[in-house]
């Protein structure tokens, strides 16, 4: 939604962008294309040997609109947890 909101306030050519955003958008939910913004894998295995504390810290819940707010029994949530248990990291869930 935001990548929408981006494209009407701030871009031009706005139709083509618009309906190129909306075609990407359409084939991520059908699985056709990966979502550019899901670097879990990317992120939790490189340099993983370097790494000497593993630790995610899953903060949820806070004031403002800036903070995240999911389900922990989200599965997506619960694939990037599997994720973290995989590459060895050990998974703190704080509830703000």
């Known amino acids: ?3 929408f909101g981006n494209i009407l306030l701030y871009q ?9 955003h909306t075609t990407n958008y359409i084939k991520i939910i ?5 979502d550019p913004y899901d ?7 490189v340099n993983n040997s370097k790494i000497k504390q593993k ?9 403002t609109h800036f ?3 999911f389900e922990i029994n ?9 994720l973290g248990r995989k590459f060895g990291y050990k998974l703190v869930y704080i509830k703000l």
């Open 39 to 45: 670097t879990f894998d990317w992120l939790l295995n």
């Open 1 to 3: 939604m935001r990548g």
């Open 12 to 20: 031009k050519d706005k139709i083509n962008k618009f309906v190129k």
């Open 30 to 34: 059908q699985g056709k294309n990966k």
């Open 55 to 63: 630790i995610i810290y899953w903060l949820s819940g806070g004031l």
């Open 74 to 82: 989200d599965p997506k949530v619960q694939s990037i947890i599997s």
């Open 67 to 69: 903070e995240g707010f």
